[in-house]
């Protein structure tokens, strides 16, 4: 578990820069994969957003593509039919839109708890897949929102056909929201949060006013969803009804638990993982592939809860202890 | 003219049919240490639970510091000094014993929904917290996670997060529940040495620990006051004797 | 006025035989999660496995209905009771995020098996010739494989309902339901309770999703496609309680048909959002007391 709290130090250490090099060095040395590159990146900011309810604040969710889906087709749809189309000016508007579908349906959702709570994030998902497939004229229903164009960014920078725009877009988003979810967590209410998680009962009996704070979270958390929502519109200038439903939500689930929930580079490395994994092999073996991440799953939460980077601080705590 | 901590005035509690609480008046003084007994199922928990706010009475009032506190929050109440412990252990078992202090004193500091300065940067938070667990011996603890600490000095924990809340009044539900005899005599070093002007209510089975400490006794059964007065007097009532008897019997 | 008065008997007749499916289905889910608190996302695929059951002892071994039927029940009861045995009671005392990802690992595991064994296509169902016609009613032709559902599934839950409230079995699990602790202290075996419960309840939704095979089509993807109507007639209808759940699927069936028929515009929209309102309202469900 990467440590936060009270005697914590929020120094970024070397190993905390890793990621951005190997970012930067995708750009260099792999150019034709670079709109394969931006799909992780969106997906490594989506997951690190779910991290902060569900690892940190221990918020089960099997609802969170609402938010994903919301900034995906706020963009699109402002792009294509309102024809505002300056990337940056949309990423603002998506935040703004699945924060309000964020702090509304959290209101509601986390007034209750266990399986109600399940169950209402997983209507309201559902409810925002039915409007997106049933309201055509508008989203385009099941053929998807075509008609995407986005203007270059600051009027200099053109999406390319190689995405290589798209993929620096995401990799500098992305670092924003890094380094926003990382203060927040080494901060007073990130402390807060996994006391929450831990012991909600106890929370309110040291005088913590819960609820404001699950909601606070779940908002900002909503806010970084609509974010990789609308990056994955610029990067495909298109939406499509996959963005929404049980299906995205189960599957980021899957990736956050493959890296390891509640430890902020789970999720980075659950997404590189699993989206590489998918893209060798799913298209082959589909049947396969969903046996084999059912499979993992299960072993997973039975034998390896903190996931691949549990894996990985467990292996390394054995050789510092046999050298 | 003495000041009444915490007081309530005919409070009520029932579950459909099942009256658990009838009509309690209770009166806590500033700076006193008053236990609640009662055989098991006597309402101590449901008691206590309506005092910090858990649970709603049916009826009548809980007056805290002479103010109306019946239709506050949890949150509200602690906010004006009432501070608990739990019976069964509620701590963060996860975290460490100083972040399990911290995260209360920083509630009380009002620092605690601070999202953007780093925690460690809060040093009068984590000072204190310090201090807190200086005072019950635990300060060679405060790296470690709770989980790994034993029983005992989890019960300390548990008082001194409470403690951190800075209260005028405070619960302490069967503090020493669970703990081996050996070491309840810690728990109970620990307890004479919480200063003198809070109020203290304790709930406990341990006889022995209620007439060391106690300076008056409410006696709880089925839900109503039985008796209240001095330890002496409870001692020699044979009502209270006939209600714990009772308890052995049935 | 005719056409109209015809149009809301069709709904309702068809409404309440997808409701009634849906509560065998559904109604082992809330006693088990009721039962053992255990958030079993996977109910479905037993479900799904009572379909196949059915579908492929009509089509490849030419079995009577009624037997192929049993043999759903009977199988995903046994199949489910070692399942109990080997991995779900593991997760008994687990966190609530290990027990839903536990079960959408299974979900995944089972959709990928029955694409291997039975292929992505939808299968068909042999249905035999005496559930084929149409059955006379009050003047009026009713679908007979409807009626004969409506009369089969009514049969079964008023067996079910006589053994909860009869049985030392059913005083037992209600009794565990209230309250576990007292339930183990007065001598309960829980475990073995829990073991037994969670077969029956999961060889109903092997019966549910064999008898109803011909209304929710049995394919791979059932298990996650399906998982928020059971959940929504355990959750509505109250976690733990019998008629809640009863009165939600009936609910959802009767609603699900009628806006399909005359709002097909909008599609599931109108249950998703009942479903949000009336969890708001009463977030332990209709006859639910407890979260």
Known sequence: ?323 | MTHTALETRALCKSFGALTVADQIDFRLETGIRHALIGPNGAGKTTFVNMLTGRLAPSSGQVLLGGGDVTRLSQEARVKRGLGRTFQINTLFRGMTVLDNVALGVAERQRVGGRPWRPASAYAHVRDEAVDLLRTFGLETDARRRVVDLPYGKQRLVEIAIALGLQPTVLLLDEPAAGVPSLESGRILDALAQLPAHIAIMIIEHDMDLVFRFAQRITVLVQGQVLREGPPAEIADDPRVHQAYLGERRG | MDALLSSLVSIAFHGVAYGMVLYVISVGLSVTMGLMGFVNLAHGVFAMAGGYILTSSLGRFALPFPVAVGLAFLLVAIGSMALERGLYRHFYGAGELEQVLFTIGLIFMAVAIAQLVFGTLQQPVALPPWLKGQFPLLGRDFPAYRVFLIVVSGAMIAALWFGVERTLWGAMVRAAVDNRAMAQSIGINTRQLFALTFALGSGLAGLGGALGAEIIAVQPTYPFEHLIYFLTVVSVGGLGSLRGPFVAALFIGVSDTACKYWLPQFGAFFIYAATIAILLWRPTGLFGTRV
């Open chain 1, 1 to 323: 578990m990467s440590e936060t709290g009270y005697a914590a130090s929020p120094r970024i250490r070397w190993t905390e820069w890793l990621p951005w090099l190997a970012g930067v060095a995708v750009f260099f040395l792999l150019p034709e994969y670079l709109l394969f590159g931006a799909r992780i990146l969106t997906y490594i900011l989506f997951a690190l957003s779910l991290d902060l309810i569900v690892g940190y604040a221990g918020i089960v969710t099997l609802g969170h593509s609402a938010f994903f889906g919301a900034g995906a087709y706020v963009a699109g749809i402002l792009a294509a039919k309102v024809k505002l189309t300056d990337p940056i000016v949309l990423l603002v508007a998506a935040t703004v839109a699945a924060g309000v579908l964020g702090v509304t349906t959290g209101a509601v959702i986390l007034r209750t708890r266990g399986l109600t709570q399940l169950m209402l994030t997983l209507a309201i998902a559902a409810l925002c897949l039915e409007v997106a497939n049933k309201a055509t004229p508008i989203t385009g229903g099941a053929d998807g929102l075509s008609g995407v164009t986005i203007a270059p960014i600051f009027g200099l920078f053109r999406f390319d056909l190689f995405g290589k725009t798209a993929y620096l877009l995401c990799l500098v988003t992305l670092l924003a929201g890094w380094w926003l979810v990382r203060r927040l967590i080494y901060s007073p209410f990130g402390a807060t949060l996994t006391g929450i998680r831990e012991n909600s009962d106890r929370m309110h009996a040291i005088g913590a006013p819960v609820y404001r704070r699950l909601l606070a979270v779940y908002t900002i958390s909503a806010m970084i969803a609509g974010v990789a929502g609308a990056l994955s519109t610029e990067t495909n200038q298109f939406v499509g009804l996959n963005v929404l439903g049980f299906e995205p939500s189960g599957e980021l689930l899957v990736m956050l638990i493959l890296g390891g929930v509640g430890r902020l580079y789970g999720a980075f490395v659950g997404p590189v993982v699993f989206l590489i994994a998918q893209d060798a092999l799913a298209k082959q073996f589909p049947q396969f592939w969903y046996l084999g991440i059912g499979l993992m799953l299960v072993l997973v939460v039975l034998f390896a809860r903190g996931g691949l980077l549990g894996l990985a601080d467990a292996l390394a705590a054995r050789v510092r202890r046999s050298v």
